[in-house]
């Protein structure tokens, strides 16, 4: 990518994607292993040999936070699943809201950064480690409870989960022992659709210095099927395992 530096971050980068310069791309291999290995995530949308394969979220959060740093005010917003392979433009010197564009101007994620905050690699690093984890915990751990509470659960055979929006507030910069903790979680379930957020304290050295937030769309809501969401934790809980 054209304007990082060289540094742990972008060292740690570029393992999960490729760059000529003026675009970047991810492999279904690549964006696999980051999903897996790095965020805990072990959606199948994210498995390299998945027909509906999708590059995660958090990469893409990840390479944002490569190319432009961290700001006090961040804000991302998922606008289609990016396919592996498919080029990304990454605009160069952009104002406070722009976006991350595929072939023909498609747009992917809306970005707004508010107040660039000046931060070291190991502390950028750290953050987007800690907040990548996260998603190793959303399921079964925090949205299980969520659906049994709503009566609901996604299709067991074609499970849709996938990111809506990231917001990250900060009040300084982020040092290397920076870590979350969860706040609060909430579902909101309208027909077939479910929103659900998920918010998390940022600390560090036992003080708040942030907060954030991720929101998910769940689709495909049908009644909540204890014995059915058992089967699917459990083969869940085996490819966590694997």
């Keep these: 990518m054209g304007s990082q530096r060289t540094d742990a971050f972008n060292d740690f980068l570029s393992d999960f994607h490729q760059s000529d310069g003026a675009t970047c791309s991810v492999s279904a291999d690549q964006g696999s292993r980051f999903a897996k290995a790095i965020a805990g995530d072990h959606n199948p949308l994210h498995d390299a040999d998945a027909p509906r394969f999708c590059v995660p979220g958090d990469l893409l959060f990840a390479l ?124 909101k379930v309208e027909g077939k659709r479910g929103d659900a957020r998920f918010d998390f304290v940022i600390l560090q050295a036992g003080e708040r210095i942030g907060h954030c937030t991720k929101q998910m769309v769940v689709s495909g809501l049908r009644d909540y099927d204890r014995d059915r969401m058992a089967e699917l934790i459990a083969r869940y809980q085996q490819r966590r395992s694997a």
């Design 64 to 187: 944002i936070i490569g190319h432009y740093g961290l700001a006090r005010e961040i804000e991302l917003t998922f606008k289609g699943m990016l396919r592996a392979e498919a080029p990304l433009s990454f605009p160069e010197n952009p104002g406070p809201a722009f976006s991350i564009c595929g072939e023909g101007d498609r747009e992917y994620v809306s970005v707004t950064m508010q107040d660039a905050l000046e931060t070291t690699p190991a502390g950028r690093l750290a953050l987007v480690r800690a907040y990548v984890a996260c998603s190793g915990q959303t399921f079964p751990d925090l949205l299980d409870p969520l659906l049994e509470a709503h009566g609901v659960m996604f299709n067991p055979d074609r499970p849709f989960v996938v990111y809506d929006s990231m917001q990250i507030q900060l009040l300084q910069p982020p040092q290397p022992d920076v870590s979350l903790q969860l706040e609060d979680s909430a579902l």
